[in-house]
């Protein structure tokens, strides 16, 4: 089945910096790579993700990129804010046609963002 | 903005009793999940249900799991006979399929095992 691996398992930067989160997946069959932002103690919120026939989505300070020959794909955030600080996780999923498949997450990245 | 919701926020049981964990997807959305947290690791999904039945489930979803959808709007979980390692945080998550695969997310049940 699908396997996730995510790094760094935490991360520290200077409020203002850039913050670059990184997946691989296993099974060439995955379609589908969102991201997630989970606050302590709250639900997963989606922030971005990308379908396997985009190389790159960007949404103001986030951005994502997708490798498929490399089956790795990337969070980057820009201009990092003290409220940027979460746990990040990404996901794999195959979805076809109409239907839709189930997430398998990384292991989360910890963000912290130092004022 | 529609949510989806969970109850109860928190539940305490027992060793060995049943619970049954409640969802109520937004009403569009036409594939649901379950998906567990345990406390500081990654979520890992549980089971997958459209068209009132399972489409897939993990290896954690055992004889001891159940899904329902009992009356078209809620969505629960059934756990027969709690172990200890239940203990996480539960959340229920839907998507509207058709050519979106988005998923959101509850906002958690914390079941804890005693």
């Known amino acids: 089945g699908e396997n996730v691996e995510q790094h760094p398992s935490t991360l520290s930067v200077q409020e203002g910096d850039s913050a670059v989160i990184k997946c691989t997946y296993s099974?060439?069959?995955?379609?589908?790579f969102p991201w997630y932002k989970q606050e302590l103690g709250k639900r997963p919120q989606l922030i971005i993700d990308i379908r396997s026939n985009v190389g790159e989505k960007k949404d103001q300070r986030i951005a994502v990129t997708l490798n498929k020959t490399a089956k790795h794909f990337s969070l980057h955030i820009t201009e990092t804010q003290p409220e940027d600080s979460a746990v990040y996780f990404c996901?794999?999923?195959?979805?076809?046609?109409?239907?839709?498949?189930?997430?398998?997450f990384g292991k989360g990245t910890k963000l912290s963002v130092k004022p | 903005e529609p949510e989806v919701t969970q109850t109860p926020s928190h539940q305490v049981t027992q060793m060995g009793q049943e619970v049954i964990l409640r969802c109520v997807p937004i009403?569009?959305?036409?594939?649901f999940y379950w998906y567990r947290q345990i406390l500081g690791q990654k979520v890992e999904f549980l089971v997958s249900?459209?068209?009132?039945?399972?489409?897939?489930k993990s290896e954690i979803f055992d004889d001891q799991f159940s899904v329902e959808r009992p009356d078209g709007s809620n969505f629960t979980l059934k756990i027969r006979s709690t172990k200890l390692e239940d203990s996480a945080m539960y959340f229920c998550a839907g998507g509207a399929g058709i050519s979106y695969n988005e998923q959101f997310f509850g906002p958690g049940t914390r079941l804890t095992v005693l």
């Open positions: 009403s569009n959305h036409l594939y």
């Open positions: 099974d060439s069959a995955s379609n589908y």
């Open positions: 249900f459209y068209n009132n039945e399972i489409s897939e």
């Open positions: 996901a794999a999923s195959i979805g076809y046609g109409g239907s839709q498949g189930n997430l398998i």
